[in-house]
Nanobody, 123 residues
Framework: QVQLVESGGGLVQAGGSLRLPCELF????????MGWFRQAPGDEREFVATISPNGDSTFYADSMKGRFTISRDNAKTTMYLQMNSLKPEDTAVYYC????????????????WGQGTQVTVSS
């Protein structure tokens, strides 16, 4: 059974930082491209970033470039999203996702999803 578990969400002031880990269970982590998405109240789910199975390739939504960094540690079967210079508009539920093989800049094709972790940025 495939399971993705996110953590690390919480309340932070504008300008602050958070790191979100996501661990994959039930699959060989190093075979899977991973991604982060987010959904704010009343909005559709939004692509944040993706990373290839070996971590060599990363893709970001334009609004996150320079502030967010996606990374992974295959030995720990964990992916991370480092978020810096957070803004109130970054408030959302953040979801991690997995797909077998390579990822792309479109963020399409993810088959497995976590339950999400809430990030709230106060002004």
């Amino acid at each position: 059974q495939v399971q993705l578990v996110e953590s690390g969400g919480g309340l932070v002031q504008a300008g602050g930082s958070l790191r979100l880990p996501c661990e994959l269970f039930g699959r060989t982590f190093s075979n899977y491209g991973m991604g982060w998405f987010r959904q704010a109240p009343g909005d559709e789910r939004e692509f944040v970033a993706t990373i290839s199975p070996n971590g060599d390739s990363t893709f970001y939504a334009d609004s996150m470039k320079g502030r967010f960094t996606i990374s992974r540690d295959n030995a720990k079967t964990t992916m991370y999203l480092q978020m810096n210079s957070l803004k109130p508009e970054d408030t959302a539920v953040y979801y991690c996702a997995a797909k077998f093989g390579m990822v792309s800049s479109s963020g399409d094709g993810f088959a497995y999803w976590g339950q999400g972790t809430q990030v709230t940025v106060s002004s």
